[in-house]
C-alpha cells in the first residue's frame, strides 16, 4: 500500500507544473480576467499553484506534520497574495477546490491503468481532504482577521470624527459631544482633549453635552475624568448644556463638581472667558 501511495505521490510532485496548468484552464476565464486586470503576475500564479500541488503529492509518502505545516504557511501566504490582489473570498476558496478536482483526475487514471485497489484511493483520499480542507481554513481566517482590521480602523475613523475639536480663538476651544456616550468613546475624548489641547496650547476647553441623549452615572463618572485629566495638564475645563437630569445624577453619585465651571449654555461658556458674541438680529 505505501508502494502505491510513493508512487502516486511522486507522480504527482514530477507533474506539479503539468498539473498547475490545468488547474489554471479549469478556473473560469473571468476570474483569471480579474486578476491580470489587477497586476497579479502569471508567472507567481503557477508557482503558487505548482507549490501547492508538490505539497499533496508529498503527503503521500513523506511527514504528515511537516507537510501540513507547509501547507498552513502556503495558505496565509496565498491568502494574503489574493487580497492583494482584490481577490472575494469566496472565488479564493472556489479557486483551491479545483485542486481536488484534478488531483481526483490523476487518481482514477492510475487506478484504471495501473489497476490499484480501491482501498489505495481511499487512503489517498484521508490523507489530501484534510490538507484541502485546513487550506480553505487557513484562507478563511486570514481574510476574517484582514476584516476585523479593517471594521476596527474604519470604526476608530468614525469615532474620531465624532469628537471634533472646535477651535474657537486663540487658547480656546470647543468639544461638541453629540450622540452616545460609552466607555470606548469616553476614553477617545479624553485622549483627544488631551492631545489638542496641548497641540493648540489651550487655556481653557468647553465640553458642551447639550447633545448627549443618554447620561447616566457612567457618563457622569467618564466627564468627571476627562475634566480631571484637563485640569492636571494645566487646562481650564468648562461643561455647557448641563440639563437637570444631569445635574441630578451627579449628585447622586457623589462626584465633586464644585470646582468645575458649569455654563447652561455655549454662549454663557464664551461670555465667561471673556469671548464677545454677537446676537444675531
Known amino acids: ?31 483569471s480576467s480579474s486578476l491580470s486586470k489587477a497586476g497579479a503576475p502569471d508567472h507567481e500564479l503557477h508557482a503558487y499553484r505548482g507549490e501547492l500541488v508538490r505539497y499533496f503529492g508529498q503527503a503521500l509518502y513523506e511527514d504528515k506534520e511537516i507537510i501540513q505545516e507547509h501547507v498552513i504557511r502556503w495558505g496565509k501566504k496565498a491568502a494574503r497574495f489574493a487580497l492583494k490582489y482584490q481577490v472575494s473570498l469566496s472565488n479564493a476558496l472556489r479557486a483551491v477546490s479545483f485542486y481536488r478536482t484534478i488531483l481526483w483526475d490523476v487518481f482514477t487514471d492510475e487506478l484504471a491503468e495501473k489497476q490499484f485497489a480501491a482501498i489505495t484511493m481511499l487512503d489517498v483520499s484521508k490523507i489530501i481532504d484534510p490538507l484541502i480542507d485546513k487550506v480553505l481554513q487557513v484562507m478563511s481566517e486570514v481574510y476574517e482577521k484582514r476584516n476585523t482590521e479593517l471594521m476596527k480602523i474604519a470604526y476608530s475613523a468614525v469615532e474620531e470624527l465624532s469628537v471634533p475639536v472646535v477651535a474657537v480663538t486663540k487658547g480656546i476651544a470647543v468639544i461638541p ?73 451627579i449628585v447622586n453619585i457623589g462626584l465633586d463638581f464644585n470646582e468645575v465651571t458649569t455654563q447652561s449654555s455655549l454662549e454663557n461658556a464664551l461670555k465667561q472667558l471673556g469671548f464677545k458674541v454677537e446676537k444675531s438680529r
Not at 505505501?2 to 476570474?31: P, Q, W
Not at 489641547?197 to 476647553?205: C, E, M
Not at 475624568?225 to 448644556?241: D, Q, V
Request: no cysteine.
Open 177 to 249: 459631544l453629540i450622540g452616545t456616550i460609552d466607555t470606548n468613546r469616553a476614553q477617545l475624548i479624553m485622549e483627544t482633549a488631551l492631545h489638542e489641547g496641548t497641540r493648540l496650547q489651550l487655556d481653557s476647553l468647553i465640553l458642551d453635552v447639550s447633545g448627549v441623549p443618554i447620561i447616566d452615572t457612567m457618563v457622569a463618572d467618564q466627564l468627571y475624568k476627562i475634566i480631571t485629566a484637563l485640569k492636571l495638564s494645566g487646562i481650564e475645563p468648562l461643561i455647557t448644556g448641563i440639563r437637570p437630569e444631569l445635574a441630578q445624577t
Open 1 to 31: 500500500m505505501k508502494k502505491e501511495l510513493r508512487y502516486i505521490g511522486e507522480k504527482i510532485v514530477k507533474n506539479e507544473h503539468i498539473l498547475a496548468t490545468k488547474i489554471s484552464e479549469l478556473i473560469d476565464s473571468v476570474y
